[in-house]
């Protein structure tokens, strides 16, 4: 590590012909520019080394964030449903006021968005008694939402 070449001569013998032997003073003395000038040079290789490990940090970091936000939507779509647009007829059988709201699905890797408007029975084209069972026969396997909903989070209006 300290090996580093300074020029110096180390003895009489390193003296090429004709060269003067340096004094104390002026041997210390370059000696001393030597030393501050590997020092200088280690402070430079330090601040790159530390400024690369913040890089390399802050990279990590963001992948990891990234990472995690893309596991987190996976999840939800496999796992929970937004259910929103549910009739008037429908809103009776949930909590006051529950115009959307999401739920655990019962099942894995359905659809995540759900629009009850969308199966809603036409009621100007044909007579029903409970249109809200139709709702749910329309709904097929995704009724549950509806009619069994375990309210992860609701928007009440």
């Not at 104390?24 to 501050?36: D, G, N, Q, Y």
Request: proline fraction near 6%; charged fraction near 30%; glycine fraction near 4%.
């Amino acid at each position: 590590m300290n090996e580093q070449r300074t020029d110096l001569p180390y003895s009489a013998m390193d003296l090429a012909e004709g060269e003067r032997r340096l004094t104390r003073r002026e041997r210390r003395k370059l000696m001393e520019k030597a030393r501050k000038r590997r020092k200088r040079r280690r402070r430079r290789r330090m601040r790159r080394v530390r400024a690369w490990r913040a890089i390399r940090s802050l990279r990590f970091w963001t992948r990891a964030l990234a990472a995690f936000a893309v596991a987190l939507m996976f999840v939800f779509w496999a796992r929970f449903a937004y259910v929103y647009d549910i009739p008037a007829y429908a809103a009776a059988y949930l909590p006051p006021r529950v115009t959307a709201y999401v739920t655990v699905k019962s099942w894995w890797f359905g659809p995540p968005v759900i629009d009850v408007g969308a199966y809603e029975p036409d009621l100007g084209a044909m007579t029903v008694s409970d249109p809200y069972d139709v709702l749910l026969q329309n709904m097929g396997s995704y009724a549950t939402v509806l009619s069994h909903p375990r309210i992860v989070w609701a928007r009440s209006s």
